[in-house]
């Protein structure tokens, strides 16, 4: 029945704290129910995964006593999922699949409680971050403390997806403020690829009013006028032949400052 894993997760109780004998219970269904009860939604529209972290209601005594049986609940339904590839790449196992606001708020706020731990547990099971979780993040419009928190925990930030983008070409793409994010991920990948923070920006077309006039007031002019020790080129030039997004105003205000 498509309805055993969420009658499961609705009926978890404070003393079930047997995490093998959970772990067990939801392998077997999902052994029985495949991808189908993955994606089976209850009479709220929501899947058992997004259940779990939504319908479960906990007194403040109870948390955490039940945080590390909901986590490896989460780490069983997510790692199933992307075996199964519900959502696809950008599905995360089904965590951002078929997502509505209410649940994308939900996600945001148990973050550091429940869906952080659970991923950094997925990622160990496959021995490396294969899946674009801050791609993912940046594409639902996670706040800046969610972006920092996947710099910091996962191995991600040099991880081009399907349509050749690195997270910082998604977050420009998806228009992220330097003060949201931005700054998070352009400092992570400058560190990453030992590369200046100018330089890096410039590459990805960074557009002016979305982070590159930061980058340049807090630089010296030695850096606007210094050449990428891999490519040789300028940032202006950086700027100026981006294959991933050319903002004219960054071009412009780069020779500008330095018009020799």
């Given at each position: 029945?498509?309805n055993?894993?969420h009658?499961?997760?609705?009926?978890?109780?404070?003393?079930?704290?047997?995490s093998?004998?959970?772990d067990?219970i939801?392998?077997?269904?999902?052994?029985i129910?495949?991808?189908?009860?993955?994606?089976?939604?209850?009479?709220?529209?929501?899947?058992?995964?997004?259940?779990?972290?939504?319908e479960r209601?906990?007194?403040p005594c109870?948390?955490d006593m039940?945080?590390n049986m909901?986590?490896?609940?989460?780490?069983?339904?997510?790692?199933?999922g992307i075996?199964y590839?519900?959502?696809?790449?950008?599905?995360?196992?089904?965590?951002?699949?078929?997502i509505?606001d209410?649940t994308k708020?939900v996600i945001?706020?148990?973050w550091?409680?429940f869906v952080s731990?659970?991923?950094q547990q997925?990622?160990?099971?496959l021995?490396?971050?294969?899946?674009?979780i801050?791609h993912?993040?940046?594409?639902n419009?996670?706040?800046?403390r969610?972006?920092?928190d996947i710099v910091?925990n996962?191995?991600c930030?040099?991880?081009?997806?399907s349509l050749g983008?690195?997270?910082?070409?998604?977050a420009i793409?998806?228009k992220?403020a330097?003060?949201n994010?931005?700054?998070?991920?352009?400092e992570?990948m400058?560190?990453?690829?030992?590369?200046?923070?100018?330089n890096?920006?410039a590459k990805?077309?960074?557009?002016?009013?979305?982070?590159?006039?930061?980058?340049?007031?807090?630089?010296?002019?030695v850096?606007?006028?210094?050449?990428?020790?891999?490519?040789?080129?300028y940032?202006?030039?950086?700027s100026?032949?981006s294959e991933y997004?050319?903002?004219?105003?960054t071009?412009?205000k780069?020779?500008?400052?330095?018009?020799?």
């Amino acid at each position: 029945d498509y309805n055993s894993l969420h009658y499961y997760i609705s009926s978890l109780k404070v003393n079930s704290n047997n995490s093998t004998a959970n772990d067990e219970i939801v392998l077997k269904l999902i052994e029985i129910g495949g991808s189908d009860l993955l994606i089976h939604r209850n009479n709220k529209g929501r899947s058992p995964l997004h259940a779990l972290i939504i319908e479960r209601r906990y007194l403040p005594c109870e948390l955490d006593m039940l945080q590390n049986m909901v986590v490896q609940n989460m780490v069983v339904l997510i790692q199933h999922g992307i075996a199964y590839k519900i959502g696809g790449e950008f599905g995360i196992g089904g965590l951002f699949f078929s997502i509505s606001d209410e649940t994308k708020k939900v996600i945001y706020r148990v973050w550091h409680q429940f869906v952080s731990p659970a991923l950094q547990q997925v990622v160990e099971l496959l021995g490396s971050t294969e899946q674009p979780i801050l791609h993912v993040a940046i594409m639902n419009k996670a706040p800046s403390r969610i972006i920092r928190d996947i710099v910091e925990n996962f191995d991600c930030i040099r991880i081009r997806d399907s349509l050749g983008r690195f997270p910082i070409d998604a977050a420009i793409e998806y228009k992220y403020a330097w003060n949201n994010g931005m700054k998070q991920i352009a400092e992570a990948m400058s560190s990453a690829q030992g590369v200046s923070l100018m330089n890096l920006c410039a590459k990805h077309g960074l557009p002016w009013e979305k982070g590159m006039r930061n980058v340049v007031e807090s630089s010296d002019i030695v850096d606007v006028e210094t050449k990428d020790t891999l490519t040789r080129l300028y940032p202006f030039m950086h700027s100026a032949t981006s294959e991933y997004n050319c903002d004219l105003a960054t071009t412009f205000k780069l020779i500008m400052i330095s018009p020799d």
